[in-house]
């Protein structure tokens, strides 16, 4: 069955510094949505992804959609403490979306 | 604003005990989820709903159960407890999209802790 994988697992970084997580699919997808979960929320979507290559900017926060629609990566400029979370990756396959594994981020001040 | 609401934020329960958890949408959506949410793993798929009365299986069905009768409500069922069975759930509904462009959104409850002990 389609697999979503998410690196890295956790991530720490110090205010300032740049983050980056990625998202690899077994399958090809049709699309691919990413969310953000703060600590002790639940899932909240910022953003979705459709055409090969695409890239989307929100603020400091830059998404990519690779070219063969297997991959795609987040990629946050300069990091704040309001970025804490887990950020995780959903690619919609034949039938379902999956969820990628997620990548907690801690940012130290 | 869409709001899906789970019946409890923590819950005890004792092995070999059913359990029930039920989650409401207010927007009309036709898909409905229910996932488990475990330390390193993600967001796993348990049952999905298309329609009332509709379900599929999703990548972790074994144990659980579910219900949609009505279009806004759909319920998690755990058969009999067990202590693997012990994780944070979480329901989410979306909008049906026609096409892969299509904002398939998922809107997610509070979640449910649930200690099976």
């Known amino acids: 069955g389609q697999q979503v994988m998410q690196i890295p697992q956790y991530q720490h970084v110090q205010e300032g510094e740049d983050f980056t997580t990625y998202c690899n699919s077994s399958?090809?997808?049709?699309?691919i949505q990413w969310y953000k979960q703060r600590p002790g929320g639940h899932p909240v979507f910022l953003i979705q992804l459709v055409k090969s290559g695409e890239v989307k900017k929100q603020k400091r926060l830059t998404f990519q959609f690779g070219e063969a629609k297997k991959n795609s990566s987040l990629h946050i400029t300069a990091t704040q403490t309001t970025d804490v979370g887990t950020y995780f990756c959903a690619g919609r396959g034949y039938q379902k979306v999956t969820f990628g594994t997620g990548t907690k981020l801690q940012v130290i001040p | 604003d869409v709001k899906v609401t789970q019946s409890s934020r923590y819950l005890v329960k004792r092995t070999g005990e059913k359990v029930f958890l039920e989650c409401v949408q207010d927007?009309?959506?036709?898909?409905m989820f229910w996932y488990r949410q475990d330390p390193g793993l993600g967001l796993r798929l348990i049952y999905f709903?298309?329609?009332?009365?509709?379900?599929e299986k999703g990548d972790i069905p074994e144990g659980y159960s579910v219900s949609r009768e009505k279009k806004e409500r759909f319920s998690l069922i755990l058969e009999s407890a067990s202590t693997n069975q012990t994780s944070m759930y979480l329901c989410a509904s979306s909008f049906q999209g026609l096409s892969s462009a299509a904002k398939e959104t998922q809107y997610f409850g509070p979640g449910t802790r649930l200690l099976v002990l």
């Open positions: 399958t090809t997808l049709s699309n």
């Open positions: 709903s298309y329609d009332v009365k509709m379900k």
């Open positions: 927007m009309d959506h036709e898909n």
